[in-house]
């Protein structure tokens, strides 16, 4: 892949990053989604720290390597988290909280300690293979609890549109980041598909700050309209 065009999506993603931050604080919403906006703070960082690997040491390097996987890992834990956060937005008036975090807590040992057998079982290079590993996991237990929540939404007829943007916008990041796992496996050399799966980080960002911006917590959307959205 050209390095300009690399670069330029890297920035877009970026730009869409730091645009959700600052409309949750120009809507005053910050804190109520505290940590769809921590998973965005640590992407911020997570680029800072993986432009000045990049520089330092270079693309093939050790330190890039360590730097990209963890960080990646580190970022995937982030937006668990704020999964888990929506579905207390979702349950939350039916005083499940406890209980969401308690399986959040249960599900997020579970994943770590099976990433950590899997790798110690078939792999020489524990430490970047490792957080690989725990990523995806991570992102495959990610996709299975957002169809859960969307389920949830048009069960519970939820109406909170920013609620159910979020939602269905993380549910096709997942599904389409699976896909492109399989894609990338299957045929990483083609071009067209190094393209799309680097792209695909802008999405989430950009779709959520749409969302923001756009949308108030009083905003609401017609219970019906969500049963004709395809799922």
């Known amino acids: 892949m050209p390095v300009s065009v690399g670069l330029i999506i890297w920035y877009l993603g970026l730009a869409f990053e730091l645009g959700f931050v600052v409309c949750s604080v120009a809507r005053g919403s910050f804190f109520r989604y ?30 890039y390597m360590y730097v990209y996987y963890y960080t990646d ?16 937005h979702v349950f939350g008036e039916l005083g499940f909280g406890k209980h969401i975090r308690l399986g959040a807590v249960v599900l997020l040992s579970g994943t770590v300690l099976f990433s950590f057998g899997v790798v110690t079982q078939s792999s020489s290079r524990l430490s970047t293979t490792f957080a690989y590993e725990l990523s995806q996991n991570l992102y495959f237990v990610g996709l299975v609890l957002t169809y859960i929540l969307w389920g949830a939404v048009l069960k519970l007829r939820e109406t909170r549109t920013r609620i159910v943007q979020f939602v269905l916008a993380l549910g096709l990041y997942f599904s389409a980041y699976a896909a492109s796992y399989a894609l990338l496996n299957l045929a990483d050399k083609f071009i067209l598909i190094q393209y799309l799966s680097q792209a695909l ?31």
Request: charged share 10%; net charge positive.
């Open 201 to 231: 980080g802008c999405f989430l960002p950009l779709s959520w700050t749409l969302t923001m911006w756009r949308y108030t917590d009083e905003s609401r959307i017609v219970p019906a309209q969500l049963v004709a959205v395809p799922r």
């Open 34 to 63: 505290i940590f769809l906006n921590l998973y965005f703070v640590l992407a911020l960082l997570s680029g800072a720290a993986r432009y000045w690997a990049l520089s330092a040491f270079g693309l093939r390097s050790d330190q």
């Open 73 to 88: 890992a580190l970022l995937t834990i982030a937006l668990f988290l704020a999964l888990i956060s929506l579905f207390s």
